[in-house]
């Protein structure tokens, strides 16, 4: 961010310790495992966070690096489940089409996917109860001084943000 000159990003997940950036919280973000309806029927809906390994994801990766999925398991632990990576998107709009499509098991944001699962092409594969909270953050270079421009988009972030990514509701 300081290094290329960015005067603002948006990051998601826990933050680094910075002594050369600022931060501000804009809401949180949780996520979900999901399927298309088509999926389901074909491999089945698992029934425990041990047969998600049974199963093809479509998951997130950059640079060769995976992000992987957490869910809270049986007895409240983060648990970081196993999945054969059929595709791998650095898109999350990518990644939601494919689950759309039938491709396999996704993690996505709860405010992606809830519009597809209104209209029936995703189902919840786990309880609400097991979805993981991420913060979004503002982040900045670190300055005494802090530019209008960039004070006026965080204010408009922390406005905005919360409403977009909103509350996730069943049905």
């Known amino acids: ?10 990051r998601v997940g826990t933050l680094p310790d910075s002594s050369t950036l600022a931060a501000r919280r804009l809401t949180t973000q949780r996520m979900v495992i999901c399927a298309a309806p088509s999926y389901l029927a074909e491999h089945g809906k698992p029934a425990s966070e041990d047969e998600l390994s049974r199963h093809v994801g479509i998951v997130y990766g950059r640079s060769g690096r995976r992000v992987p999925w957490r869910i809270r398991n049986n007895a409240g ?3 970081k489940p196993q999945v054969d990576a059929r595709l791998v998107f650095d898109d999350l709009q990518a990644i939601t089409d494919a689950a ?19 209209t029936g092409e995703l189902e919840l594969v786990m309880e609400c109860d097991r979805m993981l909270a991420t913060d979004i953050h ?3 270079p670190q300055s005494h001084y802090l530019p209008i421009k960039t004070r006026t988009a965080i204010d408009a972030l922390v406005a905005e943000i919360p409403g977009l990514v909103g509350g996730f509701e069943h049905a």
């Open 138 to 140: 503002a982040v900045w």
């Open 77 to 79: 632990h983060v648990f």
């Open 100 to 118: 759309v499509a039938g491709a396999g098991l996704a993690w996505l944001p709860c405010w992606l996917m809830a519009k597809h699962m209104r």
């Open 1 to 10: 961010l300081v290094g290329e000159g960015y005067d603002l990003a948006v």
